[in-house]
């Protein structure tokens, strides 16, 4: 009996082990179409690596994130990114930052990021914050979070946050990729270049023809 049990866990275990070196790393970018011949390739998931005999500490360093950002735009918001196309060091860690500022009322619109997931710290200001499940339950989790709080937003799901206070408000954001990649909802859906069939549009928000259209000629603002 004993050595049934082991050769079934042995088996449970290679199965796993082979799985796991099986899968694909996750994409860095939105799409990386294959070729035959490497020598006319642009691009690699991820970015073409230095030799590290010539690797400096300012491959790993970034300055300017406390200078505070102009808000001044139709959202009230502006996130300063600190990636791998900022600190090439970050090629191939996982990691990356951001500093986003918000004018009083401000919002970073509901967005998602198809590479990562994220984790907010407010350093300063009062932020209503949240995400919204997948389909079919889109259950909504909101907190209020105040200066010092901290808050998860879980890899791919639509989530935002509201600037509540009347004075301006800072956030701190790591998230799990070096290129997290970011979707805005409305920018995406309604200022698509070219614009999606306004018919299918209407019918699949439930709204007037006019007001797709009305939506599609608006300027959609992107804080990033």
């Not at 102009?70 to 990691?95: C, E, F, H, K, R």
């Not at 270049?193 to 928000?205: G, T």
């Amino acid at each position: 009996m004993k050595g049934v049990q082991f050769l079934v866990a042995f088996v449970v275990l290679a199965l796993a082990s082979s799985f796991a070196s099986a899968s694909d790393p996750s994409p860095l970018q939105d799409f990386c179409v294959a070729i035959d011949d490497y020598k006319s390739g642009v691009f690699v998931n991820g970015k073409f690596c230095k030799d590290p005999k010539h690797a400096t500490a300012d491959d790993f360093f970034y300055s300017g994130l406390n200078i505070p950002q102009n808000t001044s735009n139709p959202v009230g918001s502006t996130v300063t990114p600190v990636n791998v196309a900022q600190i090439p060091g970050l090629n191939t860690l996982g990691v990356s930052l951001v500093r986003i500022d918000y004018a009083p009322y401000g919002q970073n619109a509901p967005h998602t990021h198809p590479r990562a997931s994220e984790i907010l710290f407010v350093k300063e200001g009062t932020l209503y914050v949240g995400f919204v499940t997948s389909n079919p339950d889109n259950k909504l989790f909101t907190k209020v979070l105040k200066k010092g709080d901290v808050f998860v937003f879980p890899i791919g799901l639509i989530h935002f946050q509201f600037n509540i206070g009347k004075t301006n408000a800072v956030a701190f954001a790591g998230l799990s990729s070096q290129n997290p990649g970011v979707i805005t909802i409305a920018n995406t859906v309604f200022g698509s270049d070219p614009p999606i069939n306004p018919d299918f549009l209407a019918r699949a928000f439930q709204l007037d023809q006019k007001v797709v259209k009305s939506l599609q000629a608006k300027f959609w603002w992107d804080n990033n």
